[in-house]
């Protein structure tokens, strides 16, 4: 049976790990490399790098860490922030990536998304979604790191970039980010069983009974989690031993 | 001995390439006919689509190069995919080392309602598990044979991304669950062929890279 995934989350800044609450107050949580490295020994299913800064500073994702990452790391990994192009794609893989993500540039012209998928195939382009729930109830797409409110439908983003080619979503609750308080579920189930792409949920992971919600109730393929991990809260032998317990399909560690 | 990775217009060849660093082992990557001919084990990797991968293969004349290989050959992927006779991949001929036909995985509808689609369905007792294509992720693999497979654990878990799966038959020799129970490995002769990633299924991975490498 396929697996449910465990992902930590890195959050890249001036190469080195970061992790805010609600995407502000970072904090310093060391060497990706290294990090990644550990995590891959301690039976992280993927890993995901993200370069927060990248977008609202217009840098390039660093492509010498990618390679030393895909030097060091034996498990499959996604990099994102601020991948504007088909040739910011290009390198990236060529650097040793498996998957990109791509957010706010992807949103500003869709067609990228289609352009990716159609170069390097779906199985690699990963849509990042930054959402949140307004007062209305209403889950609205969000830009910029979550600093840019849109008024497009989070539900209906996703299914466009689907039908255009992403293979993967890879979904932020801007609600439930750094609340430790669990997982949106109800908007990943609806993407979860209605899209045909697999769902990385994201934002809220605090307890391990948190993640069995978000595969039980929510169906997401996959969790995405950050500070629980870099700041051992939660450890990932710990958790999938767990979620064995619960009779959740999970890759023993 | 050389080991030969085949450099053709599929991705991911640099990640195979690493995983062998990692494990102590140096490769070369090369579409030239006399060094991929004359190598001592050759790595036939790849992520993409068939069609183009083969006529990128016949321009090259590789096509015929890589069946007529007497060393020993791991297909990795849309490398396996291509070893076998034919992909529903845009209709497309293979090399028929394998003479397995390569099909697409088709979801389950649930026959009636299509699945779980609708949102309005309960999650509890194990509902019908809804099985996305391509299936990304980890997978485990039994009923293993032969010694690429050496010193592995029953029920390994190993990284899959695919959209196409080669039925069982007789040269399965790992098999794998997903919509229906699939080759995950196929064998015949000096011939090898995984469906998953080795180069991105941590230490099973690497347990199987090293067997290869020691056969």
């Given at each position: 049976?396929?697996c449910?995934?465990?992902?930590?989350?890195?959050?890249?800044?001036?190469?080195?790990?970061?992790?805010?609450?609600?995407?502000?107050?970072?904090?310093?949580?060391?060497?990706?490399v290294?990090?990644?490295?550990?995590?891959?020994?301690q039976?992280?299913?993927?890993?995901?790098?993200?370069?927060i800064?990248?977008?609202?500073?217009?840098?390039?994702?660093?492509?010498?860490?990618?390679?030393?990452?895909?030097?060091?790391?034996?498990?499959?990994?996604?990099?994102?922030?601020?991948?504007?192009?088909?040739?910011?794609?290009?390198?990236?893989?060529?650097?040793?990536?498996d998957?990109?993500?791509?957010?706010?540039?992807?949103?500003?012209?869709?067609?990228?998304?289609?352009?990716?998928?159609?170069?390097?195939?779906?199985?690699?382009?990963?849509?990042?979604?930054?959402?949140r729930?307004?007062?209305?109830?209403?889950?609205?797409?969000?830009?910029?790191?979550?600093?840019?409110?849109?008024?497009?439908?989070?539900?209906?983003?996703?299914?466009?970039?689907?039908?255009?080619?992403?293979?993967?979503?890879?979904?932020?609750?801007?609600?439930?980010?750094?609340?430790?308080?669990?997982?949106?579920?109800?908007?990943t189930?609806k993407?979860?069983?209605?899209?045909?792409v697999?769902?990385?949920?994201?934002?809220?992971?605090?307890?391990?009974?948190?993640?069995?919600?978000?595969?039980?109730?929510?169906?997401?393929?996959?969790?995405?989690?950050?500070?629980?991990?870099?700041?051992?809260?939660?450890?990932i032998?710990?958790?999938?031993?767990y979620?064995?317990?619960?009779?959740?399909?999970?890759?023993?560690? | 001995?050389d080991?030969?990775?085949?450099k053709?217009?599929?991705?991911?060849?640099?990640?195979?390439?690493?995983a062998?660093?990692?494990?102590?082992?140096?490769?070369?990557?090369?579409?030239?006919?006399?060094?991929?001919k004359?190598a001592?084990?050759?790595i036939f990797?790849?992520?993409?689509?068939?069609?183009?991968?083969?006529?990128?293969?016949?321009?090259?004349?590789?096509?015929?190069?890589?069946?007529?290989?007497?060393?020993?050959?791991?297909?990795?992927?849309?490398?396996?995919?291509?070893?076998?006779?034919?992909?529903e991949?845009?209709d497309?001929?293979?090399?028929n080392?394998?003479?397995?036909?390569?099909?697409?995985?088709i979801?389950?509808?649930?026959?009636?309602?299509?699945?779980a689609?609708?949102?309005?369905?309960?999650?509890?007792?194990?509902a019908?598990?809804?099985?996305?294509?391509?299936q990304?992720?980890?997978?485990?693999?039994?009923?293993?044979?032969?010694?690429?497979?050496?010193?592995?654990?029953?029920?390994?878990?190993?990284?899959?991304?695919?959209?196409?799966?080669?039925?069982?038959g007789?040269?399965?020799?790992?098999t794998?669950?997903?919509?229906?129970?699939?080759?995950?490995?196929?064998?015949?002769?000096?011939?090898?062929?995984?469906?998953?990633?080795?180069?991105?299924s941590?230490?099973?991975?690497?347990?199987?890279?090293?067997?290869?490498?020691?056969?």
């Amino acid at each position: 049976m396929l697996c449910k995934r465990i992902i930590p989350c890195l959050d890249i800044k001036d190469g080195r790990t970061v992790k805010g609450t609600n995407f502000v107050n970072l904090r310093d949580a060391g060497d990706p490399v290294e990090l990644g490295a550990l995590y891959a020994q301690q039976g992280a299913d993927e890993l995901v790098f993200l370069d927060i800064t990248a977008t609202v500073e217009k840098r390039k994702t660093l492509r010498e860490l990618v390679n030393r990452i895909a030097h060091h790391i034996n498990i499959p990994f996604t990099v994102g922030g601020g991948i504007s192009s088909v040739d910011d794609v290009s390198a990236l893989l060529q650097n040793g990536a498996d998957k990109i993500s791509v957010n706010t540039a992807a949103f500003k012209d869709p067609q990228l998304i289609h352009d990716l998928a159609r170069e390097f195939g779906s199985q690699c382009v990963v849509l990042a979604i930054d959402t949140r729930q307004e007062e209305d109830g209403e889950w609205y797409v969000y830009l910029n790191g979550g600093r840019t409110k849109t008024d497009a439908r989070c539900f209906d983003w996703a299914k466009q970039a689907v039908e255009l080619g992403a293979g993967e979503i890879l979904l932020t609750s801007m609600n439930h980010d750094g609340t430790k308080a669990g997982f949106a579920l109800d908007i990943t189930r609806k993407l979860a069983t209605q899209l045909p792409v697999p769902v990385i949920a994201s934002g809220g992971g605090g307890a391990m009974e948190h993640f069995v919600d978000v595969f039980e109730q929510a169906q997401a393929d996959a969790a995405l989690a950050a500070s629980i991990f870099h700041f051992k809260e939660i450890a990932i032998p710990e958790l999938k031993g767990y979620l064995q317990g619960k009779n959740i399909e999970i890759r023993p560690v | 001995m050389d080991l030969v990775i085949i450099k053709y217009n599929a991705g991911n060849i640099q990640s195979v390439l690493y995983a062998l660093e990692r494990i102590g082992v140096n490769a070369l990557v090369t579409d030239d006919y006399e060094k991929i001919k004359s190598a001592g084990k050759v790595i036939f990797p790849g992520v993409g689509e068939a069609s183009s991968a083969m006529r990128y293969l016949k321009e090259h004349k590789l096509d015929t190069l890589i069946k007529d290989l007497q060393q020993p050959v791991l297909g990795i992927c849309l490398g396996m995919q291509l070893m076998c006779a034919y992909s529903e991949e845009n209709d497309t001929t293979c090399l028929n080392i394998f003479d397995e036909h390569v099909r697409k995985f088709i979801p389950p509808t649930g026959g009636e309602q299509g699945g779980a689609v609708g949102g309005h369905s309960h999650a509890g007792e194990d509902a019908v598990e809804r099985l996305k294509v391509p299936q990304i992720g980890w997978n485990n693999i039994f009923n293993l044979k032969t010694d690429l497979f050496k010193e592995l654990p029953v029920n390994s878990y190993c990284y899959f991304v695919h959209g196409y799966y080669a039925a069982l038959g007789e040269h399965t020799i790992a098999t794998a669950d997903y919509i229906q129970p699939y080759s995950a490995a196929l064998h015949k002769g000096n011939f090898y062929g995984v469906q998953f990633h080795p180069e991105k299924s941590a230490k099973a991975g690497e347990q199987i890279l090293k067997n290869f490498l020691n056969l």
